[in-house]
């Protein structure tokens, strides 16, 4: 079958044994690329990319791939935080994703999908929870004045989780397309005063100072963007003045925070209970359903599985117009 790996510093399609072995054999219908996958090049990992996956089960039912692989009975899992598993693994990663024909998962990595969410869409699942559990532990409320740093696929869906959460919701984008996007998700996009949280989704010195600088007094600093060149703090004597809550947050877990913050996550969701690993994937879920103008606003590019050298290096050029950029098989 045909996989993405990375040969000799770039993303090709090359030929690789069907998976084999115990799991849930997953046809993949969709694979984003994450910020993060741009990265893979230069790890010279001999896996398949791609942790951003959907697709169908052998027996016809339509799923999202929960792309993180967690022990269940370390302290961490044990207390609910899987997302801080002592032994996570990621599909895409240590093991081979879904940037392929097929992809052999864990059955506790099968998400069935709610109805009127589609296939195609459906790899959006993991990008959403990223921010699902951002906003989350960030304690964002109704009524809350929420700033969002970043007008890429975090930023964005931080944009929508927020609003969902019935925040006033800025956005502070780069790009021109980006604001366009976050006007449509309901976002302002003219910052201005002290805000109760920032989310910094950008990964970057510069976003954070700008966090920093708009956090009123006692708020919350969201940090979901990873800081791949490290990180240094300017502005830390107003920081340290302001006394803010920098809380950096990784991937997604059991939804344990939206349940200390009123319960029911969405209208439709049914009970989501506060230790299932997935739970704020499928909080993600859901809320493609509920915001069916999300998937459209985010996914700007589709390519085939063979084009993966153009999709990747259109997924780098942020000034061209890319948001999501998705691989269909």
């Known amino acids: 079958m045909r996989a993405v790996r990375t040969v000799d510093g770039a993303f090709t399609v090359v030929e690789v044994p069907d998976p084999e072995g115990g799991g849930v054999l997953v046809d993949v219908a969709a694979a984003g690329i994450c910020g993060s996958d741009l990265h893979m090049a230069d790890f010279g990992l001999p896996t398949t990319v791609g942790h951003e996956v959907a697709g169908r089960t052998r027996d016809g039912m339509s799923v999202a791939v929960r792309p993180t692989l967690t022990c269940g009975i370390c302290d961490r899992c044990l207390v609910g935080e899987v997302q801080q598993c002592r032994s996570l693994s990621l599909y895409g990663l240590a093991v081979d994703g879904g940037m392929a024909d097929r992809i052999l998962v864990d059955p506790s990595c099968v998400l069935p999908l709610p109805e009127g969410l589609a296939e195609s869409d459906a790899f959006l699942v993991e990008p959403v929870a990223v921010s699902v559990h951002a906003v989350s532990t960030a304690g964002v409320e109704a009524g809350h004045r929420v700033l969002v740093v970043g007008g890429g696929t975090i930023g964005l869906t931080a944009v929508a989780v927020a609003r969902e959460a019935g925040a006033d919701v800025d956005l502070s984008a780069r790009h021109d397309h980006q604001r366009t996007a976050g006007e449509r998700l309901g976002a302002g996009i003219e910052v201005s005063g002290e805000y109760d949280v920032v989310v910094e989704a950008v990964g970057a010195e510069s976003a954070l100072t700008m966090a920093i600088d708009h956090a009123r007094p006692g708020a919350t600093?969201?940090?979901?963007?990873?800081?791949?060149?490290?990180?240094?703090?300017?502005?830390?004597?107003?920081?340290?003045?302001?006394?803010?809550?920098?809380?950096?947050?990784?991937?997604?877990?059991?939804?344990?925070?939206?349940?200390?913050?009123g319960g029911v996550e969405t209208p439709n969701a049914g009970v989501i209970e506060k230790d299932d690993p997935a739970g704020e994937l499928l909080v993600a879920a859901q809320l493609l359903v509920d915001v069916p103008d999300l998937a459209e606003v985010l996914v700007t590019h589709r390519f085939g599985l063979d084009e993966a050298s153009e999709a990747f290096r259109v997924a780098a050029d942020r000034s061209a117009g890319a948001i999501k950029v998705v691989l269909e098989p």
């Open 221 to 261: 600093v969201s940090m979901p963007g990873i800081y791949w060149e490290g990180l240094k703090i300017p502005n830390a004597v107003a920081m340290f003045l302001k006394e803010l809550r920098l809380v950096p947050s990784s991937m997604y877990g059991c939804a344990r925070g939206l349940h200390r913050h």
